[in-house]
């Protein structure tokens, strides 16, 4: 008979007991894989030069500084590609929330006449798509390129999203909508002051979703976008990133606007050293809501998931 073991007072054998061990250990590991690379960029984000360019700072700084943050923030469009994506991720948010509820309201009724055609519209959006080069063209003859709405309008909707809020309405219970017409109320009213507040959880997890995609958003906010000023914090990492050394070159010679404000450069600053600021100043904002969120992540996930 095979050995048993108790955890937390439920009795394992030797293969449950292995088994557990193996999670604990590839957790560890995974987690080790997640954890190492933030701290290594965060070490060298403030530590000296000299350690940095010799490649000499692992997971703990050395020769403490902060004149590369100092640097990202006072003399470079830092604060402008923050605002950027802020904007971008917060109206874009609200829009996308707003779109996807009263698309799919009206997509969860049976009797709503045409709900199969534009139901098969969405799928098939979801599978092809019309390619870069045409949605390049419409977004420049509205003349969108280098604003918000370039940024906003085009990804307004998430079709994945929209079927998730969709599924989530036709589980609500029928009865309560009925009795709301009864009493009168109208589609808005019902909307409104009834579906909306029994979705929260979904709207939630919805909204967060569109968050992250708004915010991670690189590849269409460098396509729509060709001033600095207009420029999100994931291009302008791009850029600064992509640069390497030749970015300091570039502040040498007169700053990232050209104004001369990065004309004296200390011998304390390597290009490493910046991207590695950018990148840390860069994570702030999402390790500080993280907290806060995750519960609603974790939420999304099981909403989307397969149940059997």
């Not at 894989?33 to 350690?51: D, E, F, R």
């Not at 917060?90 to 139901?119: C, E, H, M, Q």
């Amino acid at each position: 008979m095979a050995k048993k073991f108790k955890s937390k007072g439920i009795a394992m054998d030797a293969s449950e007991k292995f088994v557990t061990v193996l999670a604990y250990v590839l957790m560890t590991i995974f987690s080790l894989v997640a954890i190492l690379p933030c701290l290594h960029v965060v070490s060298k984000s403030v530590s000296g030069g000299t350690y940095v360019a010799a490649g000499q700072v692992w997971f703990w700084p050395r020769g403490f500084q902060l004149e590369c943050m100092e640097y990202i923030l006072f003399k470079t469009p830092f604060f402008s590609a923050l605002k950027n994506s802020l904007i971008v991720t917060g109206v874009g948010t609200l829009v996308s929330v707003l779109v996807s509820i009263t698309t799919a309201y009206p997509l969860s009724k049976p009797n709503f006449k045409g709900r199969k055609v534009v139901t098969l519209l969405y799928v098939f959006s979801m599978v092809f798509f019309g390619g870069l080069v045409p949605a390049y063209m419409v977004v420049q003859m509205l003349g969108l390129l280098d604003t918000y709405a370039g940024m906003i309008l085009p990804f307004a909707i998430v079709q994945f999203n929209m079927f998730i809020v969709k599924n989530y309405f036709e589980g609500l219970p029928e009865t309560v909508e009925e009795s709301a017409r009864i009493d009168g109320a109208g589609d808005f009213t019902i909307l409104t002051k009834i579906v909306i507040p029994m979705s929260t959880p979904v709207i939630a997890t919805v909204t967060l979703l569109y968050a992250i995609n708004y915010w991670n958003n690189y590849f269409h906010a460098m396509m729509y976008t060709q001033s600095i000023d207009m420029k999100t914090l994931q291009v302008y990492l791009f850029d600064l990133i992509n640069s390497g050394s030749s970015f300091l070159d570039q502040m040498a010679s007169g700053g990232y606007y050209g104004d001369g404000i990065g004309a004296s450069i200390s011998v304390d600053i390597t290009a490493d050293g910046i991207t590695a600021a950018a990148v840390t100043l860069s994570l702030i904002p999402i390790v500080a809501l993280y907290p806060f969120v995750q519960r609603f992540l974790i939420k999304g996930i099981t909403i989307g998931s397969v149940k059997g």
